[in-house]
């Protein structure tokens, strides 16, 4: 059998290592921790657990209101913008 993933919309942001553009609510996902001033690893609090986001993975807010981590390349494949 074959499936076609159901049309959604989702909010998402790109990590830059800045949560300033970000809505509170991802912020309050997002956990880093800071060395000497320096931003460190940092992690998201997702349904599966805590998940490590990596330079320019995107932060997506799911259909449940769940946050995860998706890398560029698989957001692109997956997911094209809305011009509303």
Not at 55 to 62: L, R, S, T
């Amino acid at each position: 059998m074959k499936f076609r993933k159901k049309p959604v919309v989702i909010e998402a942001f790109k990590w830059t290592g800045d949560t300033k553009p970000f809505p509170q609510e991802f912020k309050d996902a997002i956990c880093c921790k800071a060395h000497d001033g320096i931003m460190g690893n940092c992690h998201i609090h997702t349904l599966e657990g805590i998940m490590e986001i990596g330079e320019h993975d995107w932060i997506i807010k799911g259909v449940a209101g769940e946050f995860y981590p998706c890398k560029t390349d698989i957001f692109e494949k997956t997911y094209e913008p809305l011009n509303l």
